[in-house]
C-alpha cells in the first residue's frame, strides 16, 4: 500500500525554526495537507493545497513542496506548537493516505 | 457555526455490533464528503473512506474495505459507520471530518468517539 514517510520526531528551541518534511512517490502530482494534533484533541487542518494557510492559522505556519518532497516549516516556534504533525495527501487511485505523523519538541 | 458532533463512547465485547454517528450542522450537509479516520491508542491517523451524503456514493481505503460500513441519513445530516462484529483490535478512537469541496482539506473535525472492545 501507498505510504508517506516523515521523520517520528523533531525538536527545536522557541524561536527557531521547525521543518517537517513528508516523502511520498504521487506527491509530485497530488496535494498535500497538514494537520496538527495536540494531545486529547482532534486533529486541525495548518496548510492545504500544498501551501496555503486556512484563516485563523497563524502566519509562521507555511508549506512548500519540491519533487516528491513536501515540507511543513514553522518560523519562531513556541510553546504551544509542540504537537504532533500529519501530512495527507493520495495515491495514484485517489486513495486518501497520512503519514505516520511526526511529534514536534518544543525544548 | 459549523461543526460536526459526534456520539458519546462506547464499550463493547467482541462480537458485538455497532453504530456510531457524526452530526453536521451550519451547512448544507449534502454537498460535503464526510469522511472516517481511525486513530489507535497511542498511534497515528488512518483514513478509512468518505461518503457523499447527496448520493451516498461511498468510497473505502483498502485497509477497511469490507470491515466497516460507512452510510450517511441526510434527512437527519448525519454519518455513520458502523461494525457487524467488532474485534479488540478495532479500540481506537475514531473521527468524521468534513473534505471541503475546493481545496479538498479535512476542514472541520468532530470531537471523536471513543471506541474500546474488551471481554
Known amino acids: 500500500s501507498y505510504e508517506l514517510t516523515q521523520p517520528p520526531s523533531v525538536s527545536v528551541s522557541p524561536g527557531q525554526t521547525a521543518r517537517i518534511t513528508c516523502s511520498g512517490d504521487t506527491l509530485p502530482k497530488q496535494y498535500a495537507y497538514w494537520y496538527q494534533q495536540k494531545p486529547g484533541q482532534a486533529p486541525v487542518l495548518v496548510i492545504y493545497q500544498d501551501n496555503e494557510r486556512p484563516s485563523g492559522i497563524p502566519e509562521r505556519f507555511s508549506g512548500s513542496t519540491s519533487g516528491t518532497t513536501v515540507t511543513l516549516t514553522i518560523s519562531g516556534v513556541q510553546a504551544e506548537d509542540e504537537a504532533d504533525y500529519y501530512c495527507q495527501s493520495a495515491d495514484s487511485s485517489g486513495t486518501r493516505v497520512f503519514g505516520g505523523g511526526t511529534r514536534l519538541t518544543v525544548l | 457555526e459549523v461543526q460536526l458532533v459526534q456520539s458519546g463512547a462506547e464499550v463493547k465485547k467482541p462480537g458485538e455490533s455497532l453504530k456510531i454517528s457524526c452530526k453536521g450542522s451550519?451547512?448544507?450537509?449534502?454537498?460535503?464528503?464526510i469522511g472516517w479516520v481511525r486513530q489507535m491508542p497511542g498511534r497515528g491517523l488512518e483514513w478509512m473512506g468518505v461518503?457523499?451524503?447527496?448520493?451516498?456514493?461511498?468510497r473505502y481505503s483498502p485497509s477497511f474495505q469490507g470491515q466497516v460500513t460507512i452510510s450517511a441519513d441526510k434527512s437527519i445530516t448525519t454519518a455513520h459507520l458502523q461494525w457487524g462484529s467488532l474485534k479488540a483490535s478495532d479500540t481506537a478512537m475514531y473521527y468524521c471530518a468534513r473534505r471541503h469541496t475546493t481545496s479538498g482539506a479535512f476542514d472541520i473535525w468532530g470531537q471523536g468517539t471513543m471506541v474500546t472492545v474488551s471481554s
Open positions: 451550519g451547512y448544507s450537509f449534502t454537498t460535503y464528503w
Open positions: 461518503i457523499y451524503p447527496g448520493d451516498s456514493d461511498t
